[in-house]
């Protein structure tokens, strides 16, 4: 089951890569803090291409600004969304996929989205049934049926979005000092300069973002939206960093975009087990916002396998890492993944697949 691997730079296949976007972007401070943080562990590349552009002049001018004038110092720079790598402009906002409209779970609020693991992706609303005419599951599903080898399920839209992959982190002198705050909202929108028209869609994700990212954790669940590569290192080595000074976090890397199976029927290969519940590890989800955010947690009692799945439509072959959440007595009766199951809080575990613009690291052991 070749492609997804442990500690090894995904999209480069060197440090090289890594180096040549610190230089180009000036900013090594944020690579001196996540190898501070982690004791020597390499920045997976899928990180490294998000640091922001600016260069340390630049960066340190803008810092400046903000120090004495607030989000007055951001809006007064007009070139700064293209000079920064941000989403705001008009071009870019307009590309961006309305799949939230296309959710089936439109009513229910993000928050349950994300604490049931569905973060991202467009959902199935009616789930085809294969030949013997039973349904088939798709946003959740059992961990037998991704062990049992021939089980079919239907894989979820899990398109890409490129308009958020082209989405660069704040530098962290100015991250730190951004008011990331619900009731700020619409400051921000008008110190980014975003559109009044035409950005419907942009302002109510960046809305909903916030009031996920200010929800308390759950009750086995450890939680923090990230807006800085150095706020991600530190949440890491709080959660699994450890203090022996030891490396005691690796990286998963490899996870391939799933477009070519999205929305297909898919044949369960084989399954391999990444991580059983008793390691801990932190899965960081990009969420939609002007700058770079990830949605990071550790949920507690979760396994984390790698799956070998097959369209016999067209052949392809890909594997997708699924967590399963095995213990289901914290969720609420009302939890999309028991209401999709048929479950009651306790009465089995959940499974989810991993979107491929999530980042996932494991305690090394």
Request: with cysteine; hydrophobic share 40%.
């Given at each position: ?26 900013d ?23 640091m922001?552009?600016l ?103 899990f ?47 960046m ?47 490899g996870?391939?975009s ?16 990444l ?11 990009s ?6 955010v990830?949605y ?47 479950l ?13 613009d ?8």
């Open positions: 089951m070749a492609g997804t691997t442990i500690l090894k730079l995904g999209l480069c296949g060197s440090i090289f890569c890594l180096m040549m976007h610190l230089l180009l972007a000036g090594e401070s944020s690579l001196s803090v996540w190898e501070d943080e982690l004791h020597g562990l390499r920045m997976p590349s899928e990180l490294a291409r998000f922001s552009p260069n340390h002049e630049e960066t340190l001018l803008l810092a400046d600004g903000f120090a004495t004038k607030g989000l007055q110092a951001i809006a007064e720079e007009n070139s700064l969304c293209k000079r920064a790598g941000l989403l705001c402009e008009k071009t870019q906002i307009s590309k961006l996929d309305s799949c939230n409209a296309r959710k089936p779970y439109k009513k229910r609020k993000l928050l349950d989205l994300v604490q049931d693991g569905f973060v991202t992706g467009c959902g199935q609303t009616v789930m085809p049934n294969d030949v013997e005419g039973k349904q088939l599951h798709s946003n959740f599903f059992r961990v037998k049926e991704i062990l049992t080898v021939g089980e079919k399920l239907m894989f979820p839209d398109h890409d979005d490129a308009v958020n992959e082209n989405v660069s982190f704040l530098p962290h002198k100015i991250a730190q000092n951004i008011p990331f705050q619900s009731q700020q909202v619409l400051n921000l929108v008008e110190a980014f300069h975003i559109p009044s028209t035409g950005s419907e869609l942009l302002i109510k994700e809305a909903s973002t916030l009031k996920v990212c200010e929800a308390p954790p759950s009750s086995i669940e450890t939680k923090r939206c990230v807006i800085s590569i150095e706020f991600m290192a530190k949440f890491l080595s709080s959660v699994i960093g450890g203090s022996n000074h030891k490396q005691n976090v690796e990286v998963v890397e996870i391939v799933t477009k070519k199976i999205s929305k297909r029927v898919v044949t369960v290969k084989g399954a391999k087990l991580a059983p519940s008793s390691i801990k590890h932190v899965a960081c989800h969420m939609l916002f002007p700058f770079k990830y990071c947690h550790y949920v507690k009692s979760t396994k984390m396998y790698l799956v070998a799945l097959k369209d016999e439509q067209s052949g392809i072959e890909q594997n997708v890492v699924a967590e399963c959440h095995m213990d289901t007595k914290p969720y609420p009766a009302e939890s999309l993944a028991l209401l999709d199951l048929k009651k809080p306790g009465e089995g575990e959940f499974c989810h697949w991993v979107p491929s999530t980042l996932l690291f494991i305690e090394k052991v």
